[in-house]
């Protein structure tokens, strides 16, 4: 149990669909992440909010649109996918102060396999 | 960009033996953590190390922190097959963000 639950687990969809990924976790945490995991690439940091606002886009094609209605909860809608977009996509959360340097552990989900096809 | 170089990108040995696996940065990290990532799984947070020089143990894994806090190491001592997975080292910049590394794929033989 790692506190941060990810559905689905496997999403098949095609490059015209529009599907969503849920993120929910349960602790207490303040800041929560999307990543994206290719074949033998480094955890790429699509979307960073913090506090239900988001503080970092590391420049994503609009296909993808996150969403975070509370701190507890993250969404992230796909639609007009490419084949190059199937990746394992992570959700993670993390605690975090107004000041300081605590809170930059991050827990993760267990994933969403996506295969866009 | 900060970037983190991890090293080796692949292990495999037997069961039994010792091994370091090396997280190397150009960049002073504020905080550095370890993760460990099984097949179809989330990374999970092994440790996090703060302090320049700190040494962590946990069980048979033995983290350092570079005096400088620029690089890390994770030493196994024999290996188990239950150690299998791939190893992500991440370095904090601030707050918010967090940059991992490729990782290590160590493979441990029975």
């Known amino acids: 149990e790692t506190g941060v639950t990810q559905t689905p687990r496997h999403l098949v969809m095609g490059m015209t669909n529009k599907k969503s990924l849920k993120c929910e976790q349960h602790l207490g945490h303040n800041a929560m992440y999307w990543y994206k995991q290719s074949a033998k690439k480094p955890l790429e940091l699509m979307f960073v909010y913090s506090l239900e606002e988001r503080v970092e886009n590391n420049s994503v094609p609009s296909r993808f649109s996150p969403e975070c209605p509370n701190s507890s909860h993250l969404f992230l809608h796909l639609h007009t996918l490419q084949p190059e977009d199937s990746a394992l996509y992570l959700c993670a959360s993390s605690p975090r102060t107004l000041r300081g340097r605590t809170g930059s552990e991050a827990f993760f989900g267990q994933g969403t396999r996506l295969t866009v096809v | 960009t900060q970037l983190l170089e991890q090293s080796p990108q692949f292990l495999s040995i037997q069961e039994g033996e010792n091994l370091t696996v090396y997280c190397n940065s150009s960049?002073?990290?504020?905080?550095l953590q370890w993760y460990r990532q099984e097949p179809g799984e989330g990374p999970v947070l092994l440790v996090t190390?703060?302090?320049?020089?700190e040494v962590k143990k946990l069980k048979r894994l033995t983290f350092q922190f570079g005096d400088a806090r620029k690089d890390s190491s994770l030493h196994i001592t024999a290996a188990q097959p239950g150690d299998t997975g791939l190893y992500l080292c991440a370095g904090s910049y601030n707050n918010n963000d967090m940059r991992f590394g490729a990782g290590t794929r160590l493979t441990v033989k029975p």
């Open positions: 960049s002073v990290f504020s905080s």
């Open positions: 190390v703060v302090t320049g020089g």
